[in-house]
């Protein structure tokens, strides 16, 4: 596993940072064995994964302050992408249609199933929520 993979795993799970001298993570208390491959990668390849970290631009720095409409074949709708909570409360659209790019992540590492891209997005849009990982109450 490469160090950019370790981090888009480990991203998966929730935000990857730097601060400091330290790599700071949200990772699960029930860790898959991908999830201790990439720590373990992380751990013995730190200083080329705060490098890493440092040059890569986040979606969330890309998307701040602003919202991108992208029609989606699978669930046959218009969904809206957005940075963070703050900025889904801003965009004037039901929650069940706007994704957070922790929400992106997060459906994009569940499978690349249709039947169940469209189950979580049929859930989100009925009851008009954001998706959150298991276990995570926010």
Not at 39 to 59: F, G, H, N, Y
Not at 98 to 109: G, N, P
Request: glycine share 4%; hydrophobic share 40%.
């Amino acid at each position: 596993m490469t160090v950019q993979e370790a981090i888009e795993t480990l991203r998966s799970a929730g935000p990857v940072e730097v601060a400091g001298e330290r790599i700071r993570c949200r990772v699960p208390k029930s860790r898959s064995p991908a999830v201790e491959t990439a720590l373990r990668v992380i751990r013995e390849r730190k200083s080329d994964a705060m490098q890493w970290l440092k040059e890569k631009t986040t979606l969330e720095e890309v998307l701040k302050g602003t919202a991108i409409a992208l029609y989606c074949d699978v669930v046959s709708e218009t969904l809206w992408i957005v940075a963070d909570e703050e900025d889904a409360r801003l965009l004037a659209e039901r929650r069940g249609v706007v994704y957070t790019a922790d929400e992106v992540r997060l459906i994009a590492s569940i499978d690349n199933d249709p039947e169940i891209i469209r189950s979580v997005h049929e859930f989100k849009s009925t009851f008009n929520v954001a998706v959150k990982p298991p276990g995570e109450n926010r």
